[in-house]
């Protein structure tokens, strides 16, 4: 039996990306901050190493996936979310994957620009409703339940390397638990998916955000409570 799998995708500030920088606001209105000017690096990343869109692309592409998730609406220039602006760039990608990550889009992938095209407009789905990391599976959870209802079924979360650990930690604590994490210590109660046997993993993309990688991140164990 085929596993129905949806892939989602987390968004970045716009704001971190130089030409829009001084235009971004949040979804409020308020203007955003940049503070890394690094959106090209973590959404599409290096030659051969791919950042959260080629990541989430090949992701959907691999496993067959009928939806792919393009968050958040955290961030908004010209009144286009950062998930609106992501998914079309994803959209327009295909002779930028084929020349930057021939490792992952080679020969099985599609042969021509308008395939590709039909097949990712096809799956893709723009959530702008959420303003953060947490959010961004809350509002993800209608999208699960309309593809998968109560059946067997999969959510493949793509972000960065040094990301990936509190993105799982969210997505299982809401899609799973209904809990929706406001703090460390602090949850509110959200609808999860009505599938009790969905399946959560997760994929870091080869780029980490703020300049830093996975080894550069600090996670708490619970195994161990010296470690921070």
Same mark, same amino acid.
């Given at each position: 039996m085929a596993i129905l799998t949806a892939v989602h995708v987390s968004g970045y500030s716009l704001a971190e990306l130089r030409a829009f920088a001084p235009k971004v606001k949040d979804k409020s209105g308020a203007p955003k901050q940049a503070l890394y000017d690094d959106w090209q690096r973590v959404m599409w990343g290096g030659v051969n190493l791919?950042?959260?869109?080629p990541m989430g692309i090949y992701m959907a592409h691999h496993t067959g996936a009928r939806k792919l998730?393009?968050?958040t609406g955290a961030s908004w220039v010209d009144g286009m979310s950062e998930a609106e602006?992501?998914?079309f760039e994803a959209?327009?990608?295909y002779e930028l994957l084929r020349k930057n990550f021939?490792? &992952?889009f $080679?020969?099985?992938?599609?042969?021509t620009d308008g395939d590709y095209r039909m097949w990712i407009q096809g799956i893709s789905v723009a959530e702008q409703e959420s303003r953060n990391t947490a959010e961004s599976f809350q509002y993800a959870v209608p999208i699960i339940d309309e593809l998968v209802g109560e059946r067997l079924g999969e959510l493949i979360v793509?972000?960065?390397?040094?990301h990936i650990e509190r993105t799982m930690r969210d997505a299982i604590s809401v899609m799973r638990h209904g809990k929706l994490p406001r703090s460390p210590t602090v949850f509110d109660e959200v609808p999860a998916a009505k599938s009790k046997q969905l399946i959560i993993s997760g994929t870091?993309? &080869?780029? $980490?955000?703020?300049?830093l990688t996975a080894s550069e991140t600090y996670v708490r164990d619970l195994g161990q409570p010296t470690m921070i």
């Open positions: 791919p950042g959260r869109i998730i393009w968050s602006y992501t998914m959209i327009g990608a021939p490792a &992952f $080679g020969a099985g992938f599609f042969k793509v972000t960065s390397e040094n870091g993309s &080869f780029t $980490g955000y703020a300049g």
